[in-house]
């Protein structure tokens, strides 16, 4: 079976107690659920078995552009659910349903060159009025589960995170730091953090940057209008036509 995640364990010391102890990685990486997580149940409760195949703080890694929301949720459930600490590092991007998952660490770290996208789920639908009808209501409800997510981690208004999805908001390392999505930025043992120097939060809209766009092309291709010239009536025409005839 073809998997998107990776556990890799090895024993390291504990600085405190000086004893062994078996530090738990786990890598997302890549599209979510390339199995069907729908049909198959195979997939999460291997994912399960594996998660608690041990104990003690797990680390997970992500760097993935999301995929299937109903995977996402299993495996934020589930972490949700550990025991241990789940410490959330994010080294490439955590698009999608991917920062779904990235919600449920106890710590969330990402790199100051990770980037971190949430948007509106997408489907596919085929049928009459009332089975578009249907789909609508369902992505309705699937965005109030992933507001959840959010909501949860961030503290934001469910107003001002669905705005956000639909807008397609892409966010980087310090825009996630200050908005609440993640905690703090990756560095180096005995680095000093360095702060925002933006005027507020730097996001990048796909929304926003179209209609920038539609503004500027309407603004550019729009035609002046001439300005008027003395025109003459059709009126005024027909009598100075009537007075060369008379005249001739």
């Known amino acids: 079976m073809k998997k998107f995640w990776k556990w890799k364990n090895q024993t390291v010391t504990n600085q405190e107690t000086q004893e062994p102890m078996v530090e738990r990685t786990l890598f997302l990486n890549g599209t979510i659920a390339e199995e069907s997580w ?5 997939t999460p409760k291997l994912f399960k078995d594996e998660l608690l195949s041990g104990s003690g703080d797990i680390t997970v890694w992500i760097n993935s552009p999301g995929g299937d929301c109903v995977a ?23 698009a999608s349903a991917a920062s779904v998952i990235a919600m449920a660490g106890t710590k969330v770290m990402v790199s100051p060159v990770s980037m971190l996208m949430i948007h509106n789920p997408a489907t596919v639908a085929m049928g009459d009025a009332t089975e578009m009808q249907k789909a609508i209501a369902m992505l309705d409800e699937v965005k109030e589960s992933i507001i959840n997510a959010y909501e949860i981690k961030t503290g934001m208004s469910r107003a001002k995170l669905s705005h956000m999805m639909d807008a397609e908001t892409w966010m980087d390392a310090h825009t996630a730091v200050d908005l609440g ?23 990048f809209s796909r929304a926003a940057v179209t209609n920038s766009l539609m503004d500027k092309l309407a603004a550019k291709c729009r035609i002046q209008q001439k300005p008027a010239v003395n025109e003459r009536s059709v009126d005024t025409l027909m009598e100075r036509l009537n007075l060369i005839r008379n005249h001739i």
């Not at 729908?38 to 195979?42: A, G, I, N």
């Not at 996402?72 to 490439?92: E, R």
């Not at 703090?184 to 005995?190: A, K, T, V, Y």
Request: net charge negative; proline share 6%; glycine share 8%.
């Open 38 to 42: 729908f049909d198959d149940d195979v």
């Open 72 to 94: 996402a949720a299993q495996i934020y459930n589930m972490l949700m659910d550990y025991k241990g600490n789940v410490t959330v590092k994010i080294d490439g991007i955590a």
């Open 181 to 203: 999505f993640a905690d703090e930025i990756l560095m180096r043992p005995g680095e000093t953090p360095v702060e925002n120097k933006a005027d507020g939060p730097m996001l």
